[in-house]
């Protein structure tokens, strides 16, 4: 089985992203899990032109995207991407389009195909706050995402995808007060347990989570 | 031209709502408003059977739909509805429905079509805190917004629609630490901006948020 | 029965001061307490000034001094006082000491010779989210709050005194994401419980306020 | 040199405790700094007895306390401890004693002689979310703290002595929403260095914070 997992490089003020440096130092223990990485860039386009060729190449069974959600407590195991790009903050090549669709043809939204419930169940057998998030944003996050589903839906309809928002490191919250963070060590261990989970979960589970809104 | 107006009652542990308190409260300075108010039981199926009917019976030009968001800072303005029940607990019949489709031949999520980002830069300018919101939960509230655009989508093309989130009232906040809410006054007055702001914009405006995700 | 009541003027990055524009607002129903309002500058050294020379003016039997504390969700009735200025940020002349001393040869700390926990009971009673803090900061609240109690011990022994810190109005968190706010309108309401309650509590309640730190 | 580290066993409804977790943890790199580890009980009165016998014993240059503080973000090095027993629950033997004074003899409060600025700069240049607290609460912490610095006062002034406060552990908020963390490893880390600080800081640094309240 062949994962291809990729993270963001760093945007806004910031000069890390968690989300790529975590999938940098992951490595698995079952050897029957081929896993490719890729960085991609925090751009509108050019993402989903990496991403589309990644894919192409990789021949992936399972693709997990992953990026940074600063302000968020834990792993965030999206549900559902929306056909929106509202950017609140100009990307990496200085783009910044305001409620515009993804892609004109796509759904007005796609929702992961990985078993989210089941991930989050592990994660926190395994110690690792997590939840399923109903919002990926609006921003270059949920552009990759809603645009790995609608790849998945037009040209590559035997992959399962799917995206995860990790919080800020310790050491991007320094001088910002009382915002949350994960040590990098515990986002590594989230993505060995995602990774093995979407590999070996037929089925999601039902999990009852106790969120309204 | 016609508006309705609806609000939820108390569930969950709360013995009060105050999207309903709101709206019962509400009153509009433009005479040329016809304004209908509709409490609507939190309730999954109900809800929706109650909405169809008002709406059959009333024939608005606008239905805006308000419900309680515990834990909020601000007056929300729902963009995005997605085809998806999940109850973190049961509603006031006692249903809990998980990861279920609210309406099997439906949309993945429907949009919005009150002019929300006009809504929230009219009530800034009166001082009252609002934002976009791109979740509007899994529970009651996501499942009559989802059921209101479809039902606009299938059987009331002219109708405009759209779901507004409000916060905890004070009274509401006396027991539980470090939760935000909004007086019943601010509350009031933001519903009558949303309806005058809802009935009187043409064309949405771009409004930058600075929110990734 | 005399009560001196007073408030800040902005100060750091804010154009108004909730605390002194409450306390403008504020009139009592009890026609037996006579109040006499008074807006004290942010400034270390001055404020003390102010308020010890109001004080041999006014001679109050009750002094309450009242402040923002942004970021916080409830009115916060002070209990203690610390003998430290440690300024975040410059005061309203510029002034930044870093852990100095308010008076040299004063106690490390007073305690608040209000009837907070009454205070607190009432408040809750009538609706209006409150609590005790046990912090009141370092910087000019704090040294207003301490120098007021230092006063009173050397000086003013019949006078009783406290400090009470509220929340951001509405129209300062328009910009500021997910940050509590009170409606003016509920922390002019709540000084009118605490004047009435500090006039007429003989002693202090116990409350248990489930607190740990 | 000789230092005593102390942390408290768990205590409302929580099955472990970081702080005395991270104790247990701790080794340190300088071999001339001899380390006792000590777990105090959450008892008001029993953890005072605990703890001067100890310092009796061990005869320490330095004596820091740690403790849990749930719903914190960071490792909080904690100024001042106040005469005041206010007890939101229980203590581990069912005492909780509502606003009483720890000694009766005591100041109304004392300052940790530990150089608490230059231990939060110390921890930032190590890439750990830290400040410094200005109220260690009124739970049996804010008691042993302030215990300690009386008998300190009283009995062993030759001993400088100061509290932390730690966050939660990851696994403490699986269940608990929106609940902030610190791992289990960056929290041993933090002691490592607030120990190698306290012990060869001779004098404490200006540090300016940027808090107000």
Do not use: W
């Amino acid at each position: 089985m062949k994962v291809l997992i990729t993270g963001f490089d760093p945007f806004g003020n910031e000069h890390i992203n968690p989300s790529y440096q975590a999938v940098q130092l992951l490595e698995l223990e079952k050897k029957e899990i081929e896993l490719v990485k890729k960085e991609l860039p925090t751009v509108f386009a050019r993402s989903i032109k990496v991403l589309d060729r990644t894919i192409k190449e990789v021949k992936p069974d399972i693709v997990i995207a992953t990026g940074q959600a600063g302000g968020r407590y834990d792993i965030s195991v999206e549900r559902v991407a929306i056909n929106l790009i509202d950017a609140g903050i100009p990307d990496n090549d200085g783009d910044q389009p305001l409620d515009e669709k993804i892609f004109k043809d796509g759904e007005n939204a796609y929702f992961s195909s990985l078993p989210i419930k089941a991930i989050v169940k592990k994660l926190r057998e395994k110690k690792i706050p997590a939840s399923v998030s109903n919002s990926a944003g609006t921003y270059v996050c949920n552009n990759l995402f809603y645009a790995m589903l609608y790849l998945i839906d037009r040209k590559y309809p035997d992959i399962k995808g799917g995206f995860v928002h990790v919080p800020y490191l310790p050491e991007q919250v320094l001088t910002k007060r009382n915002t949350p963070c994960m040590s990098l060590n515990d986002i590594v261990t989230a993505l060995q347990i995602i990774v093995a989970t979407a590999c070996t979960t037929k089925k999601d589970i039902l999990l009852i989570d106790g969120k309204i809104c």
